[in-house]
């Protein structure tokens, strides 16, 4: 098995920063993604886009880029019953989640991430869960990412390690990670072809990028940008 990387890339600025980070220390690098039906699909949508800027916006690294890969789990879309695979307002559950939980998301992602990075021989797999200023997603945290990695390595047999760059990093500071990874270019990349909105609106364009601008996903990001942007 090579040091290679495999990237849980789903078109949004979380997993674009990760991929940019997975360039910079891996000299082979590869992406997935996962359609399991979510309503913002279109960030899916970005994905090529995205993939095509880094030539220009990382000139240097871009040719570590390799394959991309898309994987679909409709299943899972069709088992859950959340604001984010079904046509409902976004609102807190009476246990404190986000209704936008997709129960079971992150560990079938990181289980077919394996399965994939198994038979790709790749050894290091990167996703951008963080637990910083996230909406308390139980499968964001890091006890979590490090539980499911001993879990893939006893069941795989392999020694696969799990990355989360942005687990201790604000939004702000995932913004000040892709300056100092990419300079400008990259920032402007992320700010032009990737996608937070949970309602998947890229009709309006706001000084931090596509969204609703009311929605939790756009709320985080533009809170982010705004904070970054002041220090810049
Ligand atoms: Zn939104």
């Not at 299943?75 to 129960?103: C, H, K, Q, Y």
Request: charged share 25%; glycine share 10%; aromatic share 8%.
């Amino acid at each position: 098995m090579d040091d290679g990387a495999l990237v849980l890339f789903s078109g949004g600025q979380d997993s674009a920063t990760c991929l940019a980070w997975a360039l910079d220390r891996h000299a082979r690098v590869e992406t997935v993604a996962f359609d399991y039906g979510q309503r913002h699909r279109i960030e899916l949508a970005c994905r090529d886009g995205f993939r095509a800027g880094l030539k220009t916006a990382l000139p240097a690294l871009a040719p570590r880029l390799g394959e991309d890969h898309a994987l679909d789990l409709a299943s899972l879309g069709a088992l859950s019953d959340t604001a984010l695979t079904r046509d409902a307002e976004i609102r807190m559950r009476d246990d404190g989640l986000p209704n936008t939980f997709v129960p079971g998301r992150n560990l079938i992602f990181f289980a077919f991430a394996a399965a994939l990075a198994y038979r790709r021989g790749l050894r290091h797999i990167v996703a951008g869960m963080c637990e910083t200023d996230y909406s308390g997603y139980p499968d964001c945290r890091d006890d979590t990412i490090k539980a499911m990695q001993v879990a893939l390595n006893l069941g795989m047999e392999r020694r696969f390690v799990l990355h989360t760059p942005l687990m201790w990093r604000d939004k702000a500071a995932t913004w000040r990670l892709a300056e100092t990874l990419g300079g400008s270019a990259l920032v402007d990349l992320i700010l032009e072809q990737t996608h937070s909105c949970y309602l998947g609106d890229r009709s309006r364009r706001h000084p931090w990028g596509y969204g609703c601008g009311t929605c939790p996903a756009c709320e985080l990001r533009r809170n982010g940008w705004e904070s970054y942007a002041a220090g810049r």
